[in-house]
């Protein structure tokens, strides 16, 4: 069972307008949780990274909240743009091992409609 | 934009070849990791490094080898391509803050 779920699977919105992505995990030990946007073809980009001690982490127009007590995190995305398009993937990294083992959602396919 | 590449980009294969795709980063990280991702669904950990002659298998069983000679070069190898193996490759690297920078990835199709 993947340890990090996404919501919505696919959104479509118009430019300009806001969005909110969410991210619940259940990844424990907790050691940090990142955010990446994937472009059709590309690979995945960090855009941010949050530790426990963390609530809230902007990026430009990308804004991460995290509260470690439901292991929920959100990515609120202002004023969209047609760049924006892409698929967002909420990664959790645990301290179980010295890798720092990442557990990947599936991504939220955002469509931003001119 | 991260300093990792992947070659080739696109590649088609008949069934039974030996393949292998290149991945090399310039940024002198130890770690690095091919990952497979179908469309839609989650990464999958196939292989990483934690440096030179260090080589592991990750969560996803895969039938793939890998070696890593050289800090910089990651390459994967499938010996007898099948279509099962139809995916996309994605390399990765990461230093001391263990962000993980991707490289373009390879799409695989075996016919």
């Known amino acids: 069972k993947n340890q990090v779920e996404q919501s919505p699977q696919s959104l479509i919105i118009l430019e300009g307008k806001n969005c909110t992505l969410q991210?619940?995990?259940?990844?424990?030990?907790?050691?940090?949780l990142r955010w990446y946007k994937q472009d059709t073809g590309r690979g995945p980009v960090s855009l941010t990274i949050?530790?426990?001690?963390?609530n809230t982490k902007s990026n430009g127009r990308y804004t991460a909240t995290l509260d470690a007590d439901t292991k929920q995190s959100s990515l609120h995305i202002t004023a969209s743009q047609l760049s924006d398009s892409a698929s967002y993937i909420c990664?959790?990294?645990?301290?179980?091992?010295?890798?720092?083992?990442?557990?990947f959602g599936r991504g939220t396919q955002l469509t931003v409609w001119p | 934009e991260a300093d990792i590449y992947q070659t080739p980009r696109y590649l088609v294969i008949g069934t039974g070849k030996k393949i292998t795709l290149e991945c090399s980063q310039t940024?002198?990280?130890?770690?690095m990791y091919w990952y497979q991702q179908d469309p839609g669904m989650e990464l999958h950990l196939i292989h990483y490094?934690?440096?030179?002659?260090?080589?592991e298998k990750g969560d996803l069983s895969s039938e793939s080898t890998v070696s890593r000679i050289r800090t910089e070069h990651f390459p994967l190898t499938l010996e007898s391509a099948r279509p099962s193996h139809t995916s996309q490759y994605l390399c990765?690297?990461?230093?001391?803050?263990?962000?993980?920078?991707f490289g373009p990835g390879t799409r695989l199709l075996v016919l």
């Open positions: 490094s934690y440096g030179v002659n260090s080589t």
């Open positions: 991210c619940n995990y259940t990844v424990s030990p907790f050691s940090n």
């Open positions: 990765a690297s990461s230093g001391p803050q263990e962000t993980q920078y």
């Open positions: 949050m530790t426990f001690s963390e």
């Open positions: 940024m002198g990280h130890d770690k």
């Open positions: 990664v959790v990294s645990d301290r179980g091992s010295t890798l720092g083992r990442l557990y």
